[in-house]
């Protein structure tokens, strides 16, 4: 199969499951445009644990991690199936690497991964795995666990992932509704960073970039970020869908590392 990008997925409230928006609409394009590729490969900020895992199931669960949402997210189901054989190539990747990492023949599939993956792949057709964040991970491991998951994409995986480009969750709660001046700015020289293919400023994001410490009152979710941009396998083109911003400070964008894909998607009236 042809090498497939990686890709930074903004998958903001659980709310974007059934209320997808402009972002929502980009992913369904870029899948595609990206055409199925072998397995999807997603690292959550929702799934963090003691060094790495991965998801080992032939079936793996659609997880509801969330609460005090509106009861029909709890019914929706994304079926997708597992894939053993590609965890137990994946963990023999990493190993080459030098990271050890356990199988979980247990671990369903998180709101981080199943929520964007409707949109992206909405008939949940394609083989689904987790490679879970380590708890003590920081922007220097994140970048190096993506590089370490690169070479994946010469046989046709998708590395994704999946977290927020804002990640405020107090001021999530409470309900503005006009874009934040300092989301958008945050968003801004992220947005640079990545277009000008400079990982090392990237990975000082959260301590350079102006209002990282209200977009990122905790790392997890900008850490996946790292992730797709270590796994992009070489520099590259980059295409950014620029979904807006959610709920007022919810930035919706996403980055496709090493493709560069047209989306033309006109939807108006979301904020």
Excluded: C
């Excluded at 997808?20 to 963090?48: D, E, F, I, N, T």
């Excluded at 599939?109 to 708890?135: E, I, K």
């Amino acid at each position: 199969m042809n090498r497939m990008p990686s890709l930074f997925v903004s998958h903001g409230a659980p709310t974007f499951a059934n209320d997808p928006a402009l972002a929502g609409a980009q992913l369904r394009a870029l899948g595609l445009a990206l055409g199925k590729p072998r397995a999807v490969v997603v690292v959550s900020p929702h799934w963090m644990t003691q060094g790495v895992a991965i998801t080992a199931t032939a079936r793996p669960e659609t997880v509801h991690d969330f609460g005090g949402f509106p009861r029909e997210l709890y019914a929706l189901q994304y079926p997708a199936p597992g894939s053993p054989e590609l965890a137990d190539r994946i963990q023999q990747q990493l190993a080459l690497q030098g990271v050890s990492a356990r199988l979980d023949p247990r671990r369903g599939l998180d709101h981080g991964a199943w929520v964007p993956l409707m949109h992206l792949y909405p008939d949940a057709d394609v083989p689904v795995l987790q490679v879970s964040l380590p708890v003590d991970t920081d922007e220097a491991r994140a970048y190096a666990l993506g590089r370490a998951l690169a070479p994946l994409s010469r046989d046709g995986v998708l590395i994704v992932g999946s977290g927020s480009l804002t990640h405020n969750l107090y001021e999530f709660r409470s309900g503005g509704v006009q874009p934040a001046a300092y989301a958008q700015e945050f968003s801004a020289w992220v947005r640079q960073a990545v277009q000008d293919g400079d990982a090392v400023r990237l990975q000082q994001t959260l301590r350079r970039a102006p209002h990282a410490a209200r977009a990122h009152p905790t790392t997890d979710h900008f850490l996946p970020l790292l992730v797709a941009a270590g796994a992009a396998a070489q520099a590259g083109p980059v295409s950014v869908l620029d979904g807006g911003i959610r709920h007022g400070v919810l930035a919706m964008e996403s980055y496709v590392f090493g493709r560069q894909v047209m989306i033309d998607v006109r939807e108006h009236g979301h904020a």
